[in-house]
């Protein structure tokens, strides 16, 4: 809020004074905002002069007294405006402007911090995808909290948002699951069968198989081949389909769509995407496979669109999806894949750009792998292998809030260590720990007041005008500059793509508050006094709310 306002505001001073010809005319820079690192300059700086004066020649310094002095903002919302340093301009703000943003807080409630920046643009964010072949490990969990937390905020931030989760129902892998199936329920049919090469060993296979065994009997031995690798791929799928579907409901991540890669093949539209391209001349033929021409888009070498046995690559539906979802009427394509799919991005992009379609349609966030610790060791999770960590059993074995909490604070570019034992903590050295419990102490001094016969504000509206000229002390004033910060974060966060912007702030409102919780009391004999300070407390919960709301996790009231 504060932030915002700010800006707005220099930006009118800096159009005032080029007008008048205080300093040189031209287009107004994109300047910051921030936050100095030592609070005593200032809450707030801008290097507005210094952009300004490399923009248009002249002493940073000068220009920044000039803008100083056409800013003249009203006493009651800024204190002090200094120039300080080669140009930087500090601003702090005056007592009675953030307590109006208290009172502002406590009116909105849950709307604090929504803004019309996406001004209902249609974005698609697909993400988990993972492949329909066996139970979500725990890197699709990390996936799953990227994207969703990812959109909660597109959706704060204006946007129209869509969640998508593809199926790669299709191909070779979906082919090798069902021949690890056959290959079990064959042998507990009396036909011992090896695993096939590139099956899944892992012990959901054989639930599936025997799941088959008690459901059909020996049905399917009576059949040829195809038809029975025909059916017990569709069950299968079905049947992991909708297990991923339990686990990421219960990981509160719901989707709008699942879309299937198999229907849009049989729907013709892979074979009129290559079609198209083809047309366009950048396939080819050469060793017995067709080629796309990506070296022409930035990728480093030409890539397989068919293989010699005229199945699709992965790539070649990709590009059919990605066209199918512009034709659902969406202006942006938001992915979220893993690291070890980033030699994917250029191909797909290139086969778009063939099509005539921008690049910048389609965005693609990559996240770095993660590995989970337990006791100092770190376990394996491959599908392939047999030896992995289940979403499933991470939930059962940290809850829900720790794991997407503790996902979701690590940026994506960053590989992480899910330390096990530290989301068991009840302790401030857990930081999802740390944070509920703030909100949790919010809810008891609001319970103690209310058994008290005194009120905190309700939000949505106030019927008395707030005391909040009671509010003088330090510790109030830190803590309403945190919350001050919100807006600001979801609108960086967001349009950064970097989700855990919102735990390290979630993190900074907490510890604000248990300072201003450790020498200010809240109920005291001074009604107006006590007023006040609910109402800071009444906004904190508010701001810790909405803050775990976009997280996906609960903000309990009592721990």
């Not at 060993?201 to 049905?219: F, S, T």
């Not at 250029?346 to 099509?355: E, F, H, P, Q, T």
């Not at 002390?473 to 919100?486: F, M, P, S, T, V």
Request: a negative charge; glycine letters at 8%.
């Amino acid at each position: 809020m504060f932030r915002e306002a700010l800006r707005r505001e220099i930006r009118d001073a800096i159009t005032r004074a080029m007008e008048s010809g205080a300093i040189p005319s031209g287009e107004v820079p994109a300047f910051e905002v921030e936050v100095p690192r030592d609070r005593r300059h200032g809450d707030y700086a801008t290097n507005a002069a210094l952009l300004l004066a490399k923009q248009a020649g002249g002493v940073p310094r000068e220009i920044a007294q000039r803008l100083v002095e056409f800013y003249a903002p009203p006493p009651d919302r800024i204190a002090r405006l200094e120039v300080a340093g080669p140009g930087f301009i500090n601003i702090a703000v005056a007592w009675p402007w953030k307590r109006d943003l208290v009172a502002t807080i406590c009116r909105l409630g849950d709307g604090y911090g929504l803004q019309a920046i996406g001004a209902g643009r249609r974005v698609n964010v697909e993400f988990v995808s993972a492949n329909p072949t066996g139970p979500l490990h725990v890197g699709a969990g990390r996936n799953a909290v990227i994207g969703d937390v990812l959109a909660n905020l597109l959706e704060a931030l204006g946007f129209s948002i869509s969640r998508e989760y593809y199926m790669n129902d299709a191909g070779q892998k979906v082919h090798n699951l069902a021949r690890s199936v056959e290959a079990h329920y064959l042998t507990m049919l009396g036909q011992p069968t090896p695993p096939p090469e590139g099956g899944y060993p892992g012990e959901y296979v054989k639930d599936l198989a025997g799941r088959l065994v008690a459901d059909d009997g020996d049905r399917w031995l009576r059949v040829s081949e195809d038809e029975r690798l025909d059916h017990l791929r569709d069950i299968s799928v079905t049947a992991v389909v909708a297990d991923i579907r339990e686990v990421l409901e219960r990981f509160g991540v719901r989707f709008d769509t699942w879309f299937s890669e198999r229907a849009l093949i049989r729907s013709g539209a892979v074979d009129r995407a290559l079609a198209e391209i083809r047309a366009r001349d950048y396939i080819y033929e050469a060793d017995g496979k067709t080629w796309f021409r990506s070296t022409c888009f930035g990728d480093d070498k030409d890539r397989v669109i068919v293989k010699p046995t005229g199945e699709w690559t992965y790539f070649g539906s990709d590009i059919a999806y990605h066209l199918d979802k512009l034709a659902r009427g969406f202006d942006l394509m938001i992915n979220v894949w893993a690291i070890d799919h980033i030699g994917d991005v250029a191909r797909v992009k290139g086969g778009l750009a063939a099509l005539g379609i921008s690049p910048e349609a389609l965005e693609i966030l990559i996240y770095q792998h993660v590995r989970l610790k337990n006791a100092g060791e770190y376990l394996r999770m491959s599908k392939s292998s047999g030896e992995f960590v289940a979403l499933r059993e991470l939930m059962d074995a940290v809850g829900v809030d720790a794991a997407r909490y503790f996902f979701a604070m690590i940026s994506p570019a960053v590989p992480m260590d899910f330390d096990v034992a530290l989301a068991l903590q009840h302790s401030q050295d857990n930081p999802v720990y740390y944070v509920q419990y703030a909100h949790a102490r919010i809810a008891g001094i609001l319970r103690e007041a209310a058994a008290a016969g005194i009120g905190a504000p309700p939000a949505g509206g106030m019927e008395a005008p707030l005391p909040l000229d009671r509010l003088t002390d330090e510790r109030e004033a830190a803590l309403i500059h945190a919350l001050g910060e919100l807006p600001e974060v979801i609108r960086l966060a967001g349009l950064r793509r970097e989700p855990h912007r919102l735990c390290a702030y979630a993190r900074e409102v907490a510890e604000a508050f248990h300072l201003f919780y450790t020498h200010c009391r809240v109920l005291t004999d001074d009604p107006d006094l006590t007023g006040a300070r609910l109402a800071l407390v009444e906004a904190t919960r508010i701001v810790l709310r909405r803050t775990l709301g976009l997280l996906g996790v609960s903000a309990p009231d009592s721990m």
